[in-house]
Nanobody, 125 residues
Framework: VQLQASGGGLVQAGGSLRLSCAAS????????MGWFRQAVGKERVFVAA????????RYADSVKGRFTISRDKSKNTVYLQMNSLRPDDSAVYYC???????????????????WGQGTQVTVSS
């Protein structure tokens, strides 16, 4: 399984970015796909997750109403649309895939079996 994250960059506060995570190597029908982020000197934290089959989503409180996770089954790709970006959103963003993940565990990075390489998001004030 390979997860290829892209779309990061430098943006001003209030701006938008869309991250992509291209998945390959297997079918993901029973998987949950997640986005996590890690700021410099901080632990990796949950951002958002989506169940591949149902499209059900879950968000960290800090991004609710600003970020949207989605998936395109035909392209085997997961997206993270980030609007109203703030300087504290700056981090390396990672996508991840976890098989048969239970809902309550989607926020836990131990739930995920596969990880992408990360893409840097920098929000300037």
């Amino acid at each position: 399984v390979q997860l290829q994250a892209s779309g990061g960059g430098l943006v001003q506060a209030g701006g938008s970015l869309r991250l992509s995570c291209a998945a390959s190597g297997r079918t993901f029908s029973n998987y949950a796909m997640g986005w996590f982020r890690q700021a410099v000197g901080k632990e990796r934290v949950f951002v958002a997750a989506i169940r591949w089959n149902t499209g059900n989503t879950r968000y960290a409180d800090s991004v609710k109403g600003r970020f949207t996770i989605s998936r395109d089954k035909s392209k085997n790709t997961v997206y993270l649309q980030m609007n109203s970006l703030r300087p504290d959103d700056s981090a390396v963003y990672y996508c991840a895939a976890g098989a048969n993940a239970i809902w309550s565990a989607l926020v836990d990075d131990n739930t995920y079996d596969y990880w992408g390489q990360g893409t840097q998001v920098t929000v300037s004030s």
